[in-house]
């Protein structure tokens, strides 16, 4: 089985690499992107299996990003990690059918839970691909604490 390829998008280098070093393992492939302009030209270049992204960055934030995802590319899975501790981001977030948003500093084991829900949900909808049955796992902002059980059935 090939590797899940992660596309991880930020404008802090640490964090980007942060998240990469969680990411490291036989089952991920990472590629990085300081902005969100820079990942639209990755994406539309390269199949990926999912996006990591930061919302605040130059030239394209990470909702643009996200935005932009869900009107062309509705199948693939983005998972916002912020800085900002905001209901209206989580709102917009969600809206666009990101499947968590979580509040930096994200906890390792949360965003692995988080991308292999997100990575099932398109393997099994790689023919009918249905965006709105994507479910919300992150009840709020930065809480990880409160993922749904992820072993339970992805709804239909």
């Not at 998008?9 to 991920?28: K, M, T």
């Not at 990926?48 to 869900?70: C, K, Q, S």
């Not at 965006?131 to 059980?149: M, Q, R, Y």
């Amino acid at each position: 089985m090939q590797p899940a390829r992660i596309l991880v998008v930020d404008d802090n280098a640490l964090s980007r690499r942060a998240v990469g070093l969680f990411l490291e393992c036989p089952r991920y492939t990472t590629v990085y992107a300081a902005d969100g302009e820079t990942a639209l030209s990755i994406l539309l270049g390269q199949p990926f299996n999912a996006v990591i992204t930061d919302v605040d960055m130059p030239r394209m934030d990470g909702l643009e990003l996200l935005r932009y995802i869900h009107d062309r590319l509705p199948w693939l899975p983005v998972i916002i990690v912020t800085g900002k501790d905001s209901e209206k981001v989580r709102q917009a977030a969600f809206a666009c059918h990101a499947v968590a948003v979580f509040n930096k500093p994200v906890r390792r084991d949360a965003l692995l839970e988080a991308l292999a829900l997100g990575l099932r949900w398109a393997a099994e909808r790689s023919f009918v691909r249905c965006p709105s049955e994507l479910p919300a796992i992150l009840h709020s902002v930065g809480e990880s604490e409160k993922l749904t059980d992820l072993n339970s059935p992805i709804p239909r």
